[in-house]
Structures are given as C-alpha cells and as structure tokens.
C-alpha cells in the first residue's frame, strides 16, 4: 500500500468542526482513500472512503484534493464520543481481498 | 445494524496449548480478514479469505496460525502452539468487496501466560 502522513495528534473543541489532514502524493490512480478511527479499547471503526470526488457520510465529510496528494476527514460538530486515533489508508482497488495497512494515525482529543 | 461478533472476548491460556478464536461476519459479506494488536502498538493485518480459500497473508501469519470457515458462518484463526508474544487483541474484520468498507468486530483479548 502506497504510504500516507498524518499528524500525530491533534486537538479540538467539544461542538466545533474538525479537520483532520493526510498526505498521500505516492497515491496511483487506482487506491481509494479509506478513513477508519479506533476508539479507546475498542476495534477500528470505519468512517468514509473516497476515490475523486468529496464524500459525505453521517459520521463525516471526506475532502480530496484535486491531485488526490492528499484528503481532508472532516467531523462537523465534533463530541466527547469523537476522541479517538484516526487513520488514513490507501487501499488499491483492483484488488478484492488485500490487507489495511495501518499506520499510527491521528490521536484526536476533544476539549469539553 | 450489522455487527461482526467475536468470542470469547477475553482468553487466558497456557505457553504451548492451541487456542481458536471465533468470529461471525456479516452474512451477506464476502471477504474476511483476520488483524492484531499488540497492547500500545499498530493494528497488524494477518491473513485475508475469499472464496474459501486464503487470499493474502503477512509476514506474521506463519505455520502457526490456520483459518478457517466450517460452516458458511463462522470464520476461525486458530493459533497451533502458542507463544508469549502471541499476546495481543485479535480482530476478525468482514466487506462486501475492494470498493466498500470493512466491518471490524470488537475484538478478542488473547493473553498468553
């Protein structure tokens, strides 16, 4: 899987947007782009994924850059339930049953 | 909505004894997967299943550890002979195809004593 940068960690107000940001410009045409979080003791949730054009979900928006190098998640209106690690993934999709490659992702804490 | 479910969650056992981890996908899912994590490190894929058979693996899915799907609705990792650093959380993972997103279960505690 092509690699994918992303800050640490980052910090955020309970009830006000969250933009989370991940570099891919190894990207190919074919990877999508695949959000996932993982939640204190729990397994990885999956939150949006996207090829070219943005993506909305109830969970999120997913931003792509027009060069797809690289992707915004945004949370509208984050809460206390939102603190988590975020990962941003490439995933090929040419390929039906290859693995998640994951990296350390995004430590996302939210201020009450 | 759809879960995927792993038992048991929590699983002591002894250096050396055989341990099988249970998981039920989505029924209507196609592709199952297998990852750990090791307590404070990265989610680690293991192994992939489609079509009755295993469609990738890594490096860490070696002769110890085997998969699984007896009956078109449970999906296994067995793990032969166990090892201390076998301790992790196992997650059993589930999608409908390369174009949707995967489904993860909760999780199983493997400790290793």
């Known amino acids: 899987d092509a690699k994918t940068t992303q800050p640490n960690s980052m910090e955020s107000n309970e009830e006000e947007p969250v933009h989370l940001p991940c570099n891919h410009s190894?990207?190919?045409?074919?990877?999508?782009i695949h959000w996932y979080r993982q939640l204190p003791s729990q397994g990885p949730e999956y939150v949006i994924h996207?090829?070219?054009s943005n993506v909305n979900n109830r969970m999120a928006s997913l931003a792509i850059a027009e060069d797809r190098k690289s992707s915004t998640l945004i949370l509208h209106r984050a809460t206390l339930r939102d603190a988590a690690v975020y990962y941003c993934?490439?995933?090929?999709?040419?390929?039906?049953?290859?693995?998640?490659?994951f990296g350390k992702g995004t430590h996302l804490i939210i201020q009450p | 909505e759809p879960e995927v479910t792993q038992t048991p969650s929590h699983q002591v056992t002894q250096m050396g004894q055989e341990v099988i981890l249970r998981c039920v996908p989505i029924?209507?899912?196609?592709?199952f997967y297998w990852y750990r994590q090791i307590l404070g490190q990265k989610v680690e894929f293991l192994v992939s299943?489609?079509?009755?058979?295993?469609?990738?693996k890594s490096e860490i899915f070696d002769d110890q550890f085997s998969v699984e799907r007896p009956d078109g609705s449970n999906f296994t990792l067995k793990i032969r002979s166990t090892k201390l650093e076998d301790s992790a959380m196992y997650f059993c993972?589930?999608?409908?195809?390369?174009?949707?997103?995967?489904?993860f279960g909760s999780g199983t505690r493997l400790t290793v004593v």
């Open positions: 993972a589930s999608s409908t195809g390369p174009h949707y997103g995967y489904t």
């Open positions: 190894t990207i190919s045409g074919t990877d999508y």
């Open positions: 996207g090829l070219t």
């Open positions: 993934i490439l995933r090929d999709g040419r390929v039906g049953a290859d693995g998640l490659t």
């Open positions: 029924s209507n899912h196609l592709y």
């Open positions: 299943f489609y079509n009755n058979e295993i469609s990738e």
